[in-house]
């Protein structure tokens, strides 16, 4: 298929300071797939989730969505979203106008899908409440919610099940496995084993950190 | 920034104390006050605005806002360049605003009052711009204020020497039109160049 969404990394690296984190990283990641980074702390799996979403410019290889190199690519930043430890979240403002803010930034303005979304992720009781008045898991799922507002091929997130509890993750779960049945991507880090999760029979898996 | 006054007031009461230290310590000569009383307003000015910047990425930095809008594929300085301005009326904008009234207090003459409204009016938006290029620099430190200061307060020189010049033009009676010109044509070089400057300074500075 000529349309296939790819993304392919090839011998990336990363320098911290004077440490090299890594290097000679490379993969490939297509249409309902799911590659889960894994390796002891500090071995630079979110440093590898900030060079593929752009946030940081790559040293040596490059990164290829659908073909193009992935840097100053816009196509490739308007289908990749990425979900951070630091969740996005503007403390001053509630909780659906968090998310309105990112919907509107993404040029759509649909009230009714906010709060299906809000709905979905089972906050919607919570939409009028500032943002620094929700629980960290709360937060949680507030800054998931974002990744359904818009059309996003590639999800990059970031230890998605830390701190939400198991209906939560459940839940985080299944949005996952739908999104991989529909043709989407997601790259992930968690240090956890995903042996038991049904996200499982999507996995590749990717580890750091092994010298 | 509206639900969050203190960002918004603090500024201005910054502003106001700054100028009014200065009756206090000068000698209570007649005219003495009402000769230098614009170039306070300047500076007290100046520091206000300076003050105001530090806070200026660092909320969005911590809460990862930044990140977000970095990645994003609409510009980051068309971002960068309304987030300024947001800025700007939250700060310098209501600072020009309360000026005059600080001009009553130093007894400065009402065609003077006009010049130094006009001046504040052309010269704090270039102030926040070009500050927000040292703010985006520093946005990582955890004490980028003084750092700030120093990076910033000499690039502030000219709007400065353009901006109170013109108050002591007026007192000797001469045409103040130059200066006007030369703040407007900083202001508009500071428009459209200093968005670029903010979201190259981010690019390098978030890593």
């Known amino acids: 298929m000529p349309n296939l969404k790819v993304i392919s990394a090839n011998n990336l690296s990363c320098v911290r300071g004077d ?45 290829k969505w659908q ?6 690519n816009s196509l490739f930043l308007s289908e990749c979203a990425y979900i951070a430890h630091k969740e996005g979240l503007k403390n001053e403002l509630t909780a659906i106008e ?34 620094q008045q929700l629980s960290f898991g709360q937060r949680r799922r507030l800054s998931f919610a974002r990744l359904l507002i ?15 509890d198991t209906d939560g993750r459940e839940l985080m779960e299944s949005l996952c496995v739908n999104h991989l049945k529909s043709g989407g991507l997601i790259i992930m880090t968690h240090h956890q084993t995903l042996l038991d999760s049904p996200l499982n029979q999507y996995r590749s898996e990717l580890q750091l950190g092994q010298a | 920034m509206f639900r969050n006054t203190s960002s918004l007031i603090q500024p201005l009461v910054f502003f106001i104390i700054i100028a009014l230290l200065f009756p206090f310590s000068l000698p209570a000569e007649g005219l003495l006050l009402q000769r230098i009383g614009g170039g306070v307003i300047w500076v007290s000015a100046v520091l206000a605005t300076m003050l105001s910047l530090e806070s200026m990425f660092h909320s969005d930095y911590q809460d990862g806002t930044l990140e ?14 309304g987030k300024a301005l947001a800025h700007w009326t939250a700060t310098g904008l209501i600072l020009t605003l309360f000026s005059p009234l600080l001009c009553v207090t130093f007894n400065i003459p009402s065609e003077q009052i006009w010049v130094l409204f006009t001046g504040l009016l052309l010269g704090t938006p270039s102030l926040t711009l070009i500050g927000a290029i040292g703010a985006a620099l520093t946005v990582t430190l955890r004490r980028g204020g003084v750092l700030i200061a120093i990076i910033i307060l000499p690039l502030y020189i ?14 000797q009676g001469l045409e103040v039109t130059s200066q ?17 400057a903010i979201a190259g300074a981010l690019r390098i500075t978030i890593n």
């Open chain 2, 158 to 171: 000219p709007i400065l020497i353009f901006g109170a010049g013109m108050l002591t033009q007026v007192a």
């Open chain 1, 98 to 131: 968090n998310l309105r803010y990112y919907q509107q930034l993404d040029g759509i303005n649909d009230e009714l899908a906010l709060d299906d979304t809000l709905a979905k992720l089972k906050i919607l009781k919570c939409a009028d409440l500032l943002a």
């Open chain 1, 67 to 72: 073909g193009a190199n992935t840097n100053d």
């Open chain 2, 180 to 196: 006007l010109y030369a703040l407007a044509a900083i202001l508009a070089l500071s428009i459209t160049l200093a968005p670029f």
């Open chain 1, 150 to 164: 818009a059309e996003f091929s590639l999800w990059v997130l970031d230890e998605p099940f830390t701190g939400i």
């Open chain 2, 68 to 81: 977000q809008m970095l990645i994003h594929p609409r510009s980051l300085s068309l971002a960068m360049l």
């Open chain 1, 19 to 63: 440490n090299l984190l890594f290097e000679g990283v490379s993969f490939d990641v297509s249409e309902g797939q799911c590659l889960h980074v894994t390796g002891p702390n500090g071995c630079g799996k979110t440093s590898l989730l900030r060079l593929i979403s752009g946030i940081n410019q790559t040293e040596t290889g490059c990164i």
